[in-house]
């Protein structure tokens, strides 16, 4: 007896091509690494005469802004493959979501 609430259908699934899932990865990867940087630049920035403190502060932006711009377009990324999923349920009670070329299973 099946103790999940899912009626005895075929599952159904959600394919994202491998270039979508490459993208997501590099988009956090940009995000994760701005941030961090972003931190240490003005950390180290700090440090250094107070000269220098206009060109650390436009580095830092400049850093600050490409994770800004790679959040965006990772939002939208994800926006839209909840959509997918969201038709994808529509038509299935139960499914799976795959990411990608998963042949390493």
Known sequence: MRT???PETRPRSIEIEES???ELRELCHQ???????????????LLKNSDSH???MEGALNLSIKGTE???????LV??????LSTA???????TFS???DSRR
């Open 4 to 6: 999940d609430h899912c």
């Open 70 to 76: 790679a959040l965006r377009k990772l939002m939208l």
């Open 20 to 22: 979508t899932v490459m």
């Open 99 to 101: 990411l990608g070329n």
């Open 31 to 45: 995000m994760s690494n701005s941030s961090g940087m972003v931190t240490a630049y003005l950390a180290l920035g």
């Open 89 to 95: 349920s529509s038509t299935a009670r139960c499914g």
């Open 54 to 56: 206009p060109q650390v």
């Open 79 to 84: 926006g839209n493959l909840e959509e997918s």
